[in-house]
Structure formats: structure tokens, C-alpha cells
């Protein structure tokens, strides 16, 4: 079936350095791609997102980029900041045989020490 | 806009037990969702709909049903609680016309034991 794989699962980085996260996903119908933040307790809220058509996509400190020939999409946190701290997952999203589904990562959890 | 509601937030169920996750949500979205959430497991889907009358199952739909009878609400049935279903259930809506993917909005939650 359908598969999305996140590495790291941890993640701890300095406060201002950058941090990295990396996905693979199975499904060639996979068309849409969101990043999703989960602060503790809380529940998660979209971060930044980018569709099939796009290879990258910033806003601010964040970027997504998309390399679908690898079935590859990272997301790029520049100048962290101790809010930055919270678990990310990635997803995705397509219509295929086995329906109109969005598969999650298993979730990164990003430290950021002051 | 109350987004997406979810009730209860707690419940503690004996195995055996029945009950229904209430989902509501007042965006006028078609797409409805339920998750559930279990440590290191990140979100995994147990059923979706794409409209009113239509449901369809995700990667863990065994042990619940669901039903869409209007745009606004998606409950999930638990038919008979067993320990591994012991997690944190999250309904999730977003917009969704001719099959394009949007941002799916999240309800606060519901955390279920089993005992």
C-alpha cells in the first residue's frame, strides 16, 4: 500500500542554525504535499504545503522543495527559534486505486536549544 | 467560524463498550476525516468521506464505522472498544472540489482509553 517515510524522527539543533527534514512517499499519484506542526498537546495546523506541478516553495523561514522523479520532499527550517520546537510531519495526498487519501509521516520531533 | 469540533475531549471505555466520536465542522467543507494518533506511529487514516453519502475506508478502518449524512457532521462509531484502540482521535475537514487536495483543518482531539 501506500507509504510515507520521515527521517529523523529527532531532531535537535541550536537555536539560528538551520534543520532539515526528509520524505519519500510510495504512491506516483501522490499530487499534493503539506507539512503539518503539532505543538505539545495541541493540534496539528498546516505549515506550508506544495503541490505536483511546483518544485519549491518558500514563505519566510520555511521551504519546501519536491523532487518528484525520486519520489523526494523536504522541508527547510532556516534560523530556528525555540518556538520552532514541536513535532512535524509530512503528507501525501493523491487519487488513485485506493481512493482519495492523505498519508502521513511518522513525525519528526524538533528540539531547538536557546 | 467554530472550525472543527470534536466531543468528547476524554472518554475512558471498558473493552466491549461502544460509543460515537461526535465531528462537526461548519466550513461548508466536502472532505471529512479520522485519524488516530498513537506515539511514534505519526497520523494514520481510519476513514474519510468525500461528501454527504459517501465514505470510504483508510489504512486502519477495522473495529469503526462511520456514516456522512450531512456536510456537516462525521462521526466515528467505536462497535465494540478493545485495548488498542486505546489513542487520540483527530477529525480533520478541508475543502475539496473536482478531486484537488487543500489544507485539512484539525478538531482538538478526543483521547480514549480502553481498560
Known amino acids: 500500500g501506500e507509504n510515507v517515510e520521515q527521517h529523523p524522527s529527532t531532531l535537535s539543533v541550536q537555536e539560528g542554525d538551520s534543520a532539515v527534514i526528509k520524505c519519500t512517499y510510495s504512491?506516483?499519484?501522490?499530487?499534493?504535499f503539506p507539512w503539518y506542526k503539532q505543538e505539545l498537546g495541541k493540534r496539528p495546523q498546516l505549515i506550508i504545503d506544495?503541490?505536483?506541478?511546483?518544485g519549491e516553495k518558500k514563505d519566510q523561514r520555511i521551504a519546501v522543495t519536491l523532487n518528484k522523479t525520486a519520489k523526494h520532499f523536504s522541508l527547510h527550517i532556516t534560523e530556528t527559534q525555540p518556538e520552532d520546537s514541536a513535532v512535524y510531519f509530512c503528507?501525501?495526498?493523491?487519487?488513485?486505486?485506493?481512493?482519495?487519501?492523505?498519508?502521513f509521516g511518522a513525525g519528526t520531533r524538533l528540539f531547538v536549544k536557546a | 467560524n467554530a472550525g472543527v469540533t470534536q466531543t468528547p475531549k476524554f472518554q475512558v471505555l471498558k473493552t466491549g463498550q461502544s460509543m460515537t466520536l461526535q465531528c462537526a465542522q461548519d466550513?461548508?467543507?466536502?472532505?471529512m476525516s479520522w485519524y488516530r494518533q498513537d506515539p511514534g506511529m505519526g497520523l494514520r487514516l481510519i476513514h474519510y468521506?468525500?461528501?454527504?453519502?459517501?465514505?470510504d475506508q483508510g489504512e486502519v478502518p477495522n473495529g469503526y464505522n462511520v456514516s456522512r449524512s450531512t456536510t456537516e457532521d462525521f462521526p466515528l462509531r467505536l462497535l465494540s472498544a478493545a485495548p488498542s484502540q486505546t489513542s487520540v482521535y483527530f477529525c480533520?475537514?478541508?475543502?475539496?472540489?473536482?478531486?484537488?487536495?487543500?489544507?485539512?483543518?484539525f478538531g482538538p482531539g478526543t483521547r480514549l482509553t480502553v481498560l
Open positions: 480533520a475537514s478541508s475543502y475539496s472540489r473536482d478531486w484537488t487536495y487543500n489544507e485539512q483543518f
Open positions: 504512491d506516483s499519484a501522490s499530487n499534493y
Open positions: 506544495i503541490r505536483s506541478n511546483v
Open positions: 503528507a501525501a495526498s493523491g487519487y488513485a486505486a485506493g481512493g482519495f487519501k492523505t498519508i
Open positions: 466550513m461548508n467543507h466536502e472532505y
Open positions: 468521506s468525500v461528501g454527504a453519502g459517501i465514505t
